[in-house]
T-cell receptor, first 116, second 113 residues
Framework: NAGVMQNPRHLVRRRGQEARLRCSPMKGHSHVYWYRQLPEEGLKFMVYLQKENIIDESGMPKERFSAEFPKEGPSILRIQQVVRGDSAAYFC??????????????FGPGTRLTVL | AQTVTQSQPEMSVQEAETVTLSCTYDTSESDYYLFWYKQPPSRQMILVIRQEAYKQQNATENRFSVNFQKAAKSFSLKISDSQLGDAAMYFCAIMDSNYQLIWGAGTKLIIKP
């Protein structure tokens, strides 16, 4: 059973470009979470999605950031018009169906975004 | 709002010895979960151990154990017989009914051979 997959592992963008980060959850998992990790810090929650639904996006900046988890295909975190402050590692995690708080979140390897 | 505090930015221990990493937290909820995650240089986040707040018994996983003091809101991680492969960043995290993981800033663990 493959783990959580994220791609790309490294992404370089110039200011003003768009960044698309992909996350394929573990097989059978229907909950996806995105976190951001700035250098020397812990992770910060961004958004929680289930298939075709955004459940909680309270940690996501109101502008330029969006996330989706379509019926088919990976979850996408999209950052429009990137700025240098968006440079960070972005982690995706997934958990199986059921009460999320009872289930372990399995993490992907992360995507390191660098904005030049 | 929940908070997690790891007061030790860095800890070092001699190989084969025991080390304890500290974590304190704050939450207004009575039911929650606590986690220790390990992040090696590969940056992969790996679950080390998990504790349900309603359980009084401290969780253990082989060489890893916790000292959970609910009244003091303390959740320390003890690593026995430290090995070189234990070198990593260790993060303490809490999850409540909002299913968000709230993370501490991490402790860098160095293992001296």
């Amino acid at each position: 059973n493959a783990g959580v997959m994220q791609n790309p592992r490294h992404l370089v963008r110039r200011r003003g470009q768009e960044a698309r980060l992909r996350c394929s959850p573990m097989k059978g998992h229907s909950h996806v979470y995105w976190y951001r990790q700035l250098p020397e810090e812990g992770l910060k929650f961004m958004v929680y999605l289930q298939k075709e639904n955004i459940i909680d996006e309270s940690g996501m900046p109101k502008e330029r950031f969006s996330a989706e988890f379509p019926k088919e295909g990976p979850s996408i975190l999209r950052i429009q018009q990137v700025v240098r402050g968006d440079s960070a590692a972005y982690f995706c995690a997934s958990s199986p169906p059921g009460q999320p708080s009872y289930n372990e979140q399995f993490f992907g390897p992360g995507t390191r975004l660098t904005v030049l | 709002a929940q908070t997690v505090t790891q007061s030790q930015p860095e800890m070092s221990v001699q190989e084969a010895e025991t080390v304890t990493l500290s974590c304190t937290y704050d939450t207004s909820e009575s039911d929650y979960y606590l986690f220790w995650y390990k992040q090696p240089p590969s940056r992969q986040m790996i679950l080390v151990i998990r504790q349900e707040a309603y359980k009084q018994q401290n969780a253990t996983e082989n060489r890893f154990s916790v000292n959970f003091q609910k009244a003091a809101k303390s959740f320390s991680l003890k690593i026995s017989d430290s090995q070189l492969g234990d070198a990593a960043m260790y993060f303490c995290a809490i999850m409540d009914s909002n299913y968000q993981l709230i993370w501490g800033a991490g402790t860098k663990l160095i293992i001296k051979p």
